[in-house]
């Protein structure tokens, strides 16, 4: 089951793409709607919400008294996280049970307005964010009854564009008009969401592309990083010990292949391998490697890893988990750490990869083609570096 999360800025257009992505077959969650369920007449939710802020918030036939609610506690952030902490679990809780009732090949999309402000990002596996102009967002609004002043003070009480930018994996901009709207959610639809829900049903990873393909650095790729890490994190806890962004895509300016590498650093690889039901939930799936052993560490057992990938494809990843102080998890670490320092590096990398990629264009044999440049230059510079910068692994 794919579960996406849609947000967006109160009159941003979010109720239009959850729309759409109805029409096109997502089975959609309306956490607004939620929200209101959850209060209404003779629940659970609504006496504890009259508990709190009295029986002057009820209507005369003994509903909730939405407005004078809202007058509460958009006067006083105490107040409204107060009521959050009354209504958000039960919204939740609620969610649950409607996508546990849905067949396992559906693509669920919970509509949340306070996605970034509630901490639920990384229980999805993919993020959507609307964006509109803020005085486009002012004029629906105002089209919907409010004036100038309660528009205003309820888009200053939600997270800003920018902090839902930072939880998102993709932003649908909202001001082309509605044609334009549905058009990018329809390619969403066929190009992201459909083939991610097959990869999930198929547990799978997406593949990287075989054809070889460098581009540009992307300031991107550490938000990408991110995204992927808190998945991580929600699904392993303090089992994962460091989750770290490494490979050329952690290195500014180093042109890369547009695949995000990871490493998580355990105490064990039998750990991960009880994480693994876990984690193809949340879309990793993966098998046993081995790195290529170096100078050394002649011994190819000291290079097992656990190799994963995500199921998107729209944010390809590798994820390498790698035991503590093993030669590879250090060397990883290491390698990152000598191409951020140094330019002379950074520059002799990106010749090689630019060399062998024009004579292999097929990304295994480019793969293959550059495992000697790391015996004969890679461990040895990077070691040296080391040892004259006093580098060390980070402490786990």
């Not at 309660?150 to 649908?172: G, N, P, T, Y």
């Not at 879309?283 to 560490?297: I, Y």
């Amino acid at each position: 089951m794919l579960k996406v999360a849609l947000t967006g800025g109160i009159g941003a257009g979010k109720s239009t793409v959850a729309a759409k992505l109805s029409q096109l077959g997502a089975r959609v969650i309306d956490a607004d709607a939620l929200s209101r369920e959850v209060v209404a007449p003779n629940t659970e939710g609504l006496a504890a919400v009259v508990s709190r802020f009295g029986p002057a918030v009820l209507t005369a036939d003994g509903a909730l008294d939405r407005a004078r609610l809202a007058q509460i506690v958009f006067d006083s952030a105490p107040a409204r996280a107060e009521l959050e902490a009354i209504v958000h679990p039960r919204v939740r809780a609620r969610a649950r049970e409607l996508t546990d009732a849905l067949p396992d090949d559906a693509i669920v999309v919970q509509d949340i307005p306070l996605l970034a402000e509630t901490g639920q990002a990384p229980g999805f596996h993919l993020n959507i964010d609307v964006e509109a102009p803020r005085e486009l967002r002012l004029e629906r609004l105002a089209e919907r009854g409010l004036s100038r002043t309660d528009a205003l003070r309820r888009i200053d009480a939600q997270a800003s564009d920018a902090e839902r930018r930072e939880v998102c994996d993709l932003v649908l901009y909202n001001r082309d008009g509605l044609e334009d709207l549905e058009r990018h959610v329809a390619m969403l639809w066929e190009d992201r969401l459909v083939p991610f829900a097959e990869n999930l049903q198929l547990e799978r990873a997406e593949p990287r592309p075989e054809k070889l393909q460098f581009v540009e650095s992307d300031p991107a790729w550490p938000r990408r990083f991110e995204h992927l890490a808190a998945r991580l994190r929600r699904v392993m806890g303090p089992s994962a010990v460091r989750i770290d962004h490494i490979g050329s895509t952690a290195v500014a300016g180093l042109p890369a292949k547009d695949v995000i590498d990871i490493q998580v650093t355990v105490v064990s690889l039998h750990i991960v391998d009880a994480f693994a039901e876990a984690l193809g939930d949340a879309g990793f799936f993966g098998q046993v490697l081995f790195d290529s052993p170096k100078p050394e560490f002649a011994d190819v057992a000291d290079w097992e890893k656990r190799f994963y990938g995500y199921a998107d494809p729209g944010n390809i990843a590798q994820v390498h988990f790698r035991p503590i102080d093993s030669p590879g998890q250090r060397f990883a670490l290491l390698f990152r750490d000598w191409m951020r320092a140094d330019p002379q590096a950074r520059a002799d990398y990106a010749q090689l990869k630019g060399g062998l990629a024009a004579k292999d264009d097929a990304d295994a044999e480019y793969a293959e083609a550059k495992e000697p440049w790391f015996d004969r230059e890679g461990w040895p510079r990077a070691n040296r570096w080391a040892a004259e910068t006093g580098w060390h692994a980070p402490v786990c």
